[in-house]
């Protein structure tokens, strides 16, 4: 079955750190571009992240420019996100996103909650 699985996700502190993992299974993540997006509650999902297959070009939203980093380890198929400086703006389920040309899968999302 090929699926992308996000882990990571939990309850932290404002100020706190949190890396999300994206693993696949069933297919290799080396030609996929890896997205990550989030959705709190009442609000659209919107793009936090994104890495590009190959030479791994990033990109970030200017919410968590300079806090968040992405990245990727093929050899462990699995794309990384590094959450630093958390807001409670932060709060949402986090779900990664990959995509091949035409092919994309999405993953079944983490939850992240930012919360003294």
């Known amino acids: 079955q090929l699926q992308l699985v996000e882990s990571g996700g939990g309850l932290v502190q404002p100020g706190g750190s949190l890396r999300l993992s994206c693993a696949a299974s069933?297919?290799?993540?080396?030609?996929?571009?890896i997205g990550w997006f989030r959705q709190a509650p009442g609000k659209e999902r919107e793009g936090v992240s994104c890495i590009s297959s190959s030479v791994g070009s990033t990109y970030y939203a200017d919410s968590v420019k300079g806090r968040f980093t992405i990245s990727r380890d093929d050899a462990k198929n699995t794309v990384y996100l590094q959450m630093n400086s958390l807001k409670p703006e932060d709060t949402a389920v986090y779900y990664c996103?990959?995509?091949?040309?035409?092919?994309?899968?999405w993953g079944q999302g983490t939850q992240v909650t930012v919360s003294s």
């Open positions: 069933g297919f290799t993540l080396d030609y996929y571009a």
């Open positions: 996103k990959g995509t091949y040309g035409p092919l994309a899968y």
